[in-house]
């Protein structure tokens, strides 16, 4: 599913089914909890290949709904555009729900 397409710059993320955590991928065709490790599309058709990628990947590494995002960089560090993609890449808002939700395992 394609999310927030504005911007030229774009990276793949999706969610974590063990613990819901936000995650990139990369460019190794994994995927890492750190933005800064994120593969970026510089167009159009790199964002459709990387997407791809992320649907198979996400199959194999037990993550949910790859979606494309804008990011632009600011320096050497990808910073989203949207304020949501930016919350979501800070990570979790609460420790506690972290610890919680691994407590399950």
Request: hydrophobic share 50%.
């Amino acid at each position: 599913m394609a999310k927030n397409l504005t911007g030229n710059l774009q990276i793949v993320t999706a969610n974590r089914l063990r613990d819901g955590v936000a995650v990139f991928l990369t460019a190794t065709g994994e995927w890492a909890s750190d933005i800064a490790s994120a593969a970026v599309a510089r167009d159009t058709a790199a964002g459709t290949r990387l997407l791809s990628i992320g649907a198979v990947a996400a199959a194999e590494a037990r993550v949910v709904d790859p979606y494309l995002t804008a990011v632009v960089e600011d320096g050497t560090a990808i910073v989203p555009v949207s304020l949501r993609e930016r919350i979501r890449a800070q990570g979790l808002t609460f420790e506690a729900i972290s610890a919680d939700a691994t407590r399950y395992l």
